[in-house]
């Protein structure tokens, strides 16, 4: 059984700065590309930035420069490291990634919340 399992969320005042993580488990060959997407209430979910195993990043517009995804292969886990945080980032962070177990499957964890208010 793969999960993935996603901390570091809380509460934040604007401008400052949380760390999520994000840690794959279970019977797993490969990880190919991993990504963190949000939804804030009444919203449609949304990519916040994606990596590939050989380390490529792609990142929304809207958090270009303040947010760096990362991984680590031989650990299985992936980090997001938000700076310069805004009330609009505001949301529930979810954690995605697709694992070559038995099958090649997409999978999400259960969410972090992140709060950004003063």
């Not at 590939?52 to 299985?76: C, E, L, M, P």
């Amino acid at each position: 059984q793969v999960q993935l399992v996603e901390s570091g969320g809380g509460l934040v005042q604007p401008g400052g700065s949380l760390r999520l993580s994000c840690a794959a488990s279970g019977r797993i060959f490969r990880i190919n590309a991993m990504s963190w997407f949000r939804q804030a209430p009444g919203k449609e979910r949304e990519l916040v930035a994606s990596i590939t195993q050989g380390g490529a990043t792609n990142y929304a517009d809207s958090v270009k420069g303040r947010f760096t995804i990362s991984r680590d292969n031989a650990k299985n886990t992936m980090a997001l490291q938000m700076n310069t945080l805004k009330p609009e980032d505001t949301a529930v962070y979810y954690c995605n990634a697709w694992i070559l177990s038995s099958t090649l499957t997409n999978y999400w964890g259960q969410g972090t919340q992140v709060t950004v208010t003063s």
